[in-house]
């Protein structure tokens, strides 16, 4: 199946510093890739969704200037915690779907940044 | 939003039982799909179904989408320490978009 990479897997951050998560296609072009954030021993939640070329679509109560999201390339997508604080401590998910699934929608997931704000 | 009920959230039992997840909404999705995910890493996608009533197997597990696609079950057989993980139901919606259910943390105890 398609492999979808993400980076850095964990990272530690201070209170008020940015932190910036790619999340790569490796074996396919993905025009549209999915951000989700999944707290522990909770189920993930759709964030934004990301497509190449455009503006993102954020979901209802995440704030688009907190969550900068930049689809710059048919592979690449990156998430931009600004000013992070503990509370913004998730695991970070994305996906991307593969347009060669046909009728059935394909999304293939990266394997998580776990950011820790101190 | 659209809505998805996984239950149970949590499961527990001896390895060689059977178990069933339920996964039910008062919408209707055009597909819906089942993921395993494992500690610190993302879902893995295990089927995607499509029709309503179809029945898919992989190996001891068996998935089945409901008539009305309102809803979907996940049935292991004889399960095994390995089957041990988060299972999440997803249904499709509008724009690609998945709707996640709250997932069904299940543990096979040797």
Redesign the interface.
Known sequence: GAVVSQHPSWVICKSGTSVKIECRSLDFQATTMFWYRQFPKQSLMLMATSNEGSKATYEQGVEKDKFLINHASLTLSTLTVTSAHPEDSSFYICSARDPRGGRTDTQYFGPGTRLTVL | TQLLEQSPQFLSIQEGENLTVYCNSSSVFS?LQW?RQEP??????LV?V?TGGEVKKLKRLTFQFGDARKDSSLHITAAQPGDTGLY?CAG?QG?????????T?LTINP
């Open positions: 597909s993921y610190g890493e993302g879902p893995v996608l995607t499509v999440l499709i724009a690609q978009k998945l709707v996640f259910g709250q997932g943390r």
